[in-house]
């Protein structure tokens, strides 16, 4: 399929600067077949089909379709099938760096990068930001801080699969005789439609699938049997031990991330650090006498600074000191006899 056209091509489409003579060219190569044109729009759905608040406001994407579909002579029937896409981005050694704001968050970039002869897709994510995309099938995905979703585009209409390092919230189109898969480094979803949340940080002790509604399938390495979640049911797997349950938590809790929140209802900053990391960008260190320590409280759009000035005055015992070279927060019992 790339080898008849120049791929430099999707980048100058992706660009907005593809000249008359390789327009020409482009619309004639996705009028080969249907494949060529499902490949180019799913690849720009996948980019730029990001739900910020930011991108909605500025860009006036039904106005920028229209341009383009009379410029390359695309019947009206095309264009009112197509996609809508903001074309506000910046093309830097094949990879797509979308500037955006994330309400509430900190502000950041995502970074998407092509690989053009396979069809490659990776979706990536830095600490404070999330990001939305719709996959080729119409799958929605809500990508959290420090992740990444990667896929093929080539033999997506056959097979269904992304590969999940973080965390994200899977909104499955159902497509009967064709299930849904998410792969993790220890245990595959499988999937025909349904809302789950899947949570598989390397760092973190434990790897959680959460359904919403539906039902999945999930297979862990090494294991000859499946285990089956119910709506409300989190599968648990202990990423030290290899050992797993299935346990009742809290929808709440779980999903809180996509109103972007943490809380703490009865939890210790100890079982918070990596998540309070993924949000702050620093990593947490909290003395041993201080590990047990539980809260109740709600974090919402708190600054560093807020947080910990909060977190202090509800614990007189602690007190915390802010490495900003090192990235380090370290939290400790207070020493009642230094300054």
Known sequence: MMNSINKDY????????????????????????????????????????????KDKKEADTEHEWKLFSERVGLSKKTVSSGKHFSLKYIWTSAAVILLCIVGGWTAGMIYAGLDVPRGLVT????????????????????????????????????????????????DVVHKKDQPFYVHTRNYNVRVLGTNFNVMAYGNDPEGVVTLKHGKVEIGVAGSNKNTFLQPGESFVYDNQTGAY??????????????????IFEGHTLEEKKEELSRHFGYKFEIAPELQKMSYKA??????????????????????????????????????????
């Not at 809500?142 to 093929?152: H, V």
């Not at 000191?321 to 090192?326: A, K, L, S, T």
Request: overall charge negative; some cysteine; hydrophobic content about 35%.
């Open 10 to 53: 999707f980048m100058k489409y992706l660009k907005n600067e593809l000249t008359d003579d390789e327009t020409r060219q482009l619309v004639a190569w996705l009028r080969e077949n249907k494949e060529n044109q499902e490949f180019l729009f799913s690849l720009k759905d996948s980019y730029l089909y990001l739900n910020y608040e």
């Open 123 to 170: 979706l990536e994510t830095e600490i404070g930001q999330q990001a939305k995309t719709i996959l080729p099938d119409g799958t929605a995905v809500l990508l959290n801080a420090c992740s990444k979703l990667t896929y093929s585009l080539e033999g997506w209409n056959d097979t269904r699969d992304v590969r999940l390092e973080g965390e994200a919230i899977f």
């Open 245 to 262: 349950q299935v346990e009742q938590r809290s929808l709440k809790h779980v999903y809180a991330w996509e109103h972007k929140e943490i």
């Open 298 to 339: 709600t974090l919402r759009d708190e600054s560093l600074n807020e947080f910990l000035a909060a977190l202090d005055s509800i614990t007189p015992q602690m007190s915390y000191c802010i490495d900003v070279n090192r990235k380090i927060v370290k939290v400790k019992k207070l020493n009642y006899g230094e300054d």
